[in-house]
């Protein structure tokens, strides 16, 4: 149970959650910013997995792709909350 929260905390403050906030950030599109997100968490685990598929587990890598859309959608919503205030 500690690892799994571990894997989840890490991946909020590391770069799912941080670079999929910016991205999101960068569009007003919802869905594109969500994208954005999930595909740095895919390339994040795939960096630390040295490139190498075998080496990536299937949890860790959803964990990354769910925080990075959830961080990316959030970026659009703060980027679409900000131009209507």
Same mark, same amino acid.
């Given at each position: 149970?500690?690892?799994?929260?571990?894997?989840?905390?890490?991946?909020?403050?590391? %770069?799912?959650?941080?670079? #999929?906030? @910016?991205? +999101?950030? $960068?569009?007003?599109? =919802?869905? %594109?910013?969500?994208?954005? #997100?999930? @595909?740095? +968490?895919? $390339?994040?685990?795939? =960096?630390?997995?040295?490139?190498?598929?075998?080496?990536?587990?299937?949890?860790?890598?959803?964990?990354?792709?769910?925080?990075?859309?959830?961080?990316?959608?959030?970026?659009?919503?703060?980027?679409?909350?900000?131009?209507?205030?």
């Amino acid at each position: 149970m500690l690892e799994l929260l571990g894997t989840i905390g890490a991946n909020i403050i590391s %770069l799912p959650g941080i670079l #999929g906030l @910016a991205l +999101g950030m $960068m569009t007003r599109r =919802v869905w %594109l910013g969500a994208l954005m #997100g999930g @595909a740095v +968490g895919v $390339m994040e685990t795939l =960096v630390f997995a040295h490139w190498n598929f075998a080496n990536v587990e299937t949890i860790e890598l959803l964990i990354a792709v769910v925080v990075g859309l959830c961080a990316g959608s959030l970026g659009s919503a703060i980027r679409i909350k900000g131009t209507t205030a």
